[in-house]
C-alpha cells in the first residue's frame, strides 16, 4: 500500500463543541488538550484476543461437540481464563458467544473498570461481527507460472462456490512486482468469478527464472573448475534474494493493512512456491559436481529463515491465517538420492532438482503451519487440498481470552490443549498486544481501506465544501457528529462529564493515505441542561488540507467509558 510524500496533512483539530439544533449554552467549551483522563473515570478497554482452533481425530477429520471446558488455553506458558467460546460445525454455529467486546453491556453511570456483564447472543442465523470471514485470494504472479496458475483456476472457482457463506467477504490481489487489488471484498461470488477470468489472462515471472537457473545448472555441469561459475552463481542467488526480499516485504506491507478488520482473516496464497535460501540448488549443483563441501556453505548468505519467521509472526499479530498453494504439481524425485543421484529429465542431477524443490516448498509450509493453516503441495489436482481449507472454514472453535499484560505492544505465544490428549489442535502461536488507542487507529485505517464500518454510537460524518488555499490545495471541513444519548455520562459535582477519542485519516484516488490524526474531545455538561442535552448531537469539527481530486475519509470515535467506539467513513470530490 503506497504512502505519498507528506500525505493530506491534517491541517488543524478544532474542538467546536456546540449542541445540534441550535442549542448553545448548555455544553461547556473545553480545550482539546484535556487534562488527565482519571479526573473524570476510570476507563474501560474491553480487548479480547481471539484464537480459531482446529481440533482433529486420528483420521484427520473434524472433532465437533466440544465446550469450553474440554479446552485449555494458555499465555506464555501461564493458564488463562477463556471468556469467549464459539463453536462452528459444518458452517453452523453451535455454541454462542460467551461475551464479546462488541455486545458487552456497558457499566452503569459511575461505575469503574470493572469486568462487563455477559452479553445475548447474536440474533438468529447472523455471524457475529467477531466471526465474520474476511478471506483473501492472493495471487502471487511473479512466482508463478501462468499454465500453472491457470490450471488451479477451475478448482479455486469451485473452492469459492461451494464453500462461502453469504455473509463472508472475499478480496482478489495480485502480486506483479508491486500489489494491485482486482476484486475489492465483497459477498458478490459472480464479481470474484469475473475477475479471477481477468488474472487467467495475466503473464508470469517464474518461467524466466526458471530458465536463468537451468542455465546455471548446464554451466555448472560443463566447467571445468568451481572458480568458472562461482560468481555467475552468487550472482543470481542476490538477485533471487532481492526479488524474495520485494515479495515478502509486499506480503508484509498487505497483511498490515488488514489489522483493523474485525473477525476471522484467511489469506490464500497461489504461487509456484518461495526459496528459504535462494541459491541453495545451486551451491549444491557445485558442490556435488567437484566434490567439495564447502562450496555448499556460500549459500547461508541468502539464508532468509528471518525473514519468513517475522511474516509469521506478524500474520499471527493481525489474525491473518496462511493457506499457501503450491501450483507446480506432483513433484516425484525417487532416484534424486544423495546416494544415487540419478537424472532429471534435462539431464541434469535429480537430487539437485529435489533441493530445489523442497527449498520453494518449506517456506510456504512453514508459514501456513505456524499460522494454524494448512500448506497444499505436490499436488497436480489441487481439490483435495482446497477441501481441507473448506473444511477448517466450517469447522472451528474460537476461543477468546483477555490478556494478562494488554497493550505491552510485545508478541505473545499462544497454547492450546484440549482435555483428550489424543486429538490433534491446530492454531496461530501467538498474538500482539496493542494499546487501545494503536487498535483504533488500525481499524480506522482498514475503515478506509476497505469500506468497514461499525457504528453503535451512531455517528454521522458530514463533509464541507472546502475553501482554496491555492490553485491544488482545499481546507475541508469535517464535522462528526454524536448523539449524547449514546455515550456514557459520569456525575462530577455539578456537571456530567464524559470523555471521547476522535480518530482521523484521509485516503486520496491514487491509494495514498494520510497518517492517523488523534484527539481527545473532553465533555461536560450542567446538570440542569442534561435532560435536554440527552436529545440533541454533540458536533466535533476537524479541518483537513486536501489536494484537488477525489478523497475517502475515514472517523472513528470511541466512548472511553462505555468501551465502544464506532467507524464510518465517506467520499467527496474536493475542488470542482
Do not use: C
Not at 461475551?99 to 447472543?121: L, N
Not at 455473509?167 to 502480486?175: G, K, P, Q
Not at 490464500?268 to 545451486?282: A, F, K, R, V
Amino acid at each position: 500500500m503506497r504512502r505519498i510524500a507528506a500525505p493530506l496533512p491534517l491541517l488543524a483539530i478544532l474542538a467546536l463543541l456546540s449542541l445540534a439544533a441550535g442549542a448553545g449554552p448548555g455544553l461547556a467549551r473545553q480545550e482539546p488538550e484535556a487534562p488527565d483522563p482519571g479526573r473524570f473515570f476510570e476507563t474501560v478497554d474491553v480487548n479480547v484476543v481471539n484464537v480459531e482452533v482446529f481440533v482433529t481425530d486420528k483420521k484427520g477429520d473434524p472433532v465437533s461437540g466440544l465446550g469450553r471446558e474440554d479446552f485449555e488455553l494458555l499465555e506464555d506458558g501461564r493458564p488463562v481464563e477463556i471468556t469467549n467460546f464459539y463453536a462452528v460445525e459444518g458452517g453452523r454455529a453451535s455454541r454462542g458467544p460467551l461475551e464479546t467486546p462488541e455486545t458487552a453491556e456497558k457499566p452503569p453511570e459511575g461505575a469503574g473498570a470493572e469486568a462487563p456483564a455477559p452479553s445475548r447472543p447474536p440474533a438468529e442465523g447472523r455471524v457475529p461481527e467477531d466471526q465474520r470471514l474476511h478471506l483473501v485470494v492472493y495471487v502471487d504472479n511473479y512466482n508463478i507460472r501462468p499454465l500453472d496458475r491457470n490450471r488451479t483456476f477451475a478448482r479455486l472457482r469451485e473452492f469459492l462456490y461451494d464453500t462461502l457463506g453469504p455473509e463472508d467477504r472475499v478480496m482478489l490481489v495480485t502480486y506483479d512486482r508491486s500489489l494491485h487489488i482486482r476484486q475489492p471484498f465483497t459477498s458478490d461470488g459472480s464479481a470474484v468469478a469475473r475477475a479471477l477470468d481477468e488474472v487467467e489472462k495475466m503473464t508470469g515471472n517464474a518461467e524466466q527464472a526458471a530458465e536463468e537457473t537451468r542455465r546455471l545448472r548446464r554451466a555448472i555441469d560443463t566447467a571445468t573448475s568451481s572458480a568458472e561459475v562461482t560468481g555467475r552463481v552468487r550472482a543470481h542467488a542476490q538477485e533471487v534474494f532481492n526479488d524474495l526480499r520485494f515479495t515478502v516485504d509486499t506480503l508484509r506491507d498487505f497483511i498490515s493493512t488488514l489489522a483493523g478488520l474485525p473477525g476471522r482473516k484467511a489469506l490464500l496464497y497461489l504461487s509456484g512456491g518461495l526459496p528459504m535460501t535462494p541459491g541453495e540448488d545451486l551451491y549444491w549443483a557445485m558442490t556435488r559436481k567437484f566434490d567439495d563441501m564447502s562450496l555448499v556453505s556460500g549459500a547461508r548468505e541468502f539464508d532468509s529463515a528471518r525473514r519468513f519467521q517475522e511474516l509469521a509472526a506478524l500474520a499471527n499479530g493481525e489474525r491473518v491465517t496462511f493457506y499457501t498453494i503450491d501450483a507446480t504439481g506432483l513433484q516425484n524425485y525417487a532416484s534424486g538420492q544423495a546416494e544415487n543421484p540419478g537424472s532429471s529429465v534435462d539431464g541434469l542431477d535429480s537430487f539437485v532438482d529435489s533441493i530445489a524443490t523442497a527449498n520453494l516448498q518449506t517456506s510456504i509450509r512453514y508459514i501456513a503451519e505456524r499460522t494454524g493453516g494448512a500448506a497444499i503441495y505436490n499436488m497436480n489436482d489441487i481439490g483435495l487440498g482446497l477441501e481441507r481449507v473448506a473444511t477448517d472454514l466450517a469447522n472451528y472453535y474460537s476461543l477468546g481470552f483477555q490478556p494478562v499484560d494488554g497493550g505491552d505492544r510485545r508478541y505473545h505465544r499462544i497454547e492450546v490443549k484440549t482435555r483428550d490428549r489424543s486429538l490433534t489442535v491446530r492454531h496461530r502461536e501467538g498474538y500482539r498486544s496493542k494499546p487501545v488507542n494503536e487498535r483504533m487507529a488500525d481499524t480506522t485505517l482498514s475503515t478506509l481501506r476497505y469500506g468497514f464500518e461499525s457504528n453503535p454510537l451512531e455517528v454521522a460524518l458530514d463533509l464541507g465544501r472546502g475553501t482554496a488555499r491555492d490553485g491544488e490545495s482545499y481546507e475541508v471541513p469535517i464535522l462528526v457528529r454524536i448523539p449524547l444519548d449514546k455515550v456514557v455520562l459520569v456525575p462530577r459535582e455539578t456537571a456530567h462529564e464524559a470523555r471521547l477519542e476522535v480518530f482521523i485519516s484521509a485516503m486520496d484516488e491514487r491509494g495514498g493515505t494520510s497518517e492517523v490524526s488523534r484527539a481527545a474531545v473532553p465533555i461536560s455538561i450542567p446538570d440542569a441542561d442534561l435532560p435536554e442535552a440527552l436529545g440533541k448531537h454533540f458536533t466535533y469539527e476537524a479541518r483537513l488540507l486536501m489536494r484537488r481530486g477525489r478523497h475517502r475519509v475515514a472517523v472513528g470515535v470511541r466512548d472511553e467509558l462505555g468501551a465502544t467506539a464506532s467507524f464510518v467513513t465517506r467520499g467527496l470530490q474536493v475542488g470542482g
